[in-house]
């Protein structure tokens, strides 16, 4: 039993604020000095005029689009911008690699074409399991892109495999609070990049 099924209320209100307080606890976890290392590694990025790539399955696909919005046009920055793209936007691409090659191959195609030496992948999932963004980690690490693994639950196997991570600590099965906390990651860091390059100028 996780978490949310513990405290679990018929009662909204008592739910309610059953579940903020728990996201409290969550978010007081969280490894703020892996924060510094993932803005830095944006900032490197965007300094070398290197690609960010960000991928994700479901709400992390959607967190994944937020996110590449955030750093490239959120920003501001159209002379040293962040190169931030979403690998989960194009639905023709998704859906006709799908379709010819297998669910797994939607994102690892797509670093193929685009990605360089010196780029980075940041892979978004709760049970850091999924076999599209294993299969993009392992092809990135061979062509010299740095990885980086947004993760929850116990972080599976995209935690070991990254160079880096943020790893929120959820229990298992607990995808609302887990997104929930990658989204306030994606504010937190758009936030602060804002005003750092605002204050570049």
Known sequence: MNNIDRFYSPDPVAFSAAYLEYL???LRQVD??????FIDTLLDARKRGAQIFFIGNGG?????????NDLA??????EQPFRAISLTDNVAILTAVGNDFGYE????R???????????????SASGNSPNLLKAFDYARQAGIKT????AFDGGKMKQQ???GVHIPTGMKEYGPAEDVHMVLDHLVGAYLMRRVRQER
Do not use: C, M, N, P
């Open 24 to 26: 409290q606890t969550v």
């Open 32 to 37: 703020t000095a892996a924060i510094g290392r």
């Open 110 to 124: 797509q670093l193929r074409v685009l990605g360089h030496k010196g780029d980075v992948v940041v892979g978004i």
């Open 60 to 68: 992390s696909a959607a967190t994944a689009s937020h996110f590449a």
């Open 162 to 164: 990254a160079d880096d």
């Open 73 to 78: 046009i959120g920003t501001h920055d159209y």
């Open 148 to 151: 980086f693994a947004i993760t």
């Open 105 to 108: 191959e939607i994102f690892v």
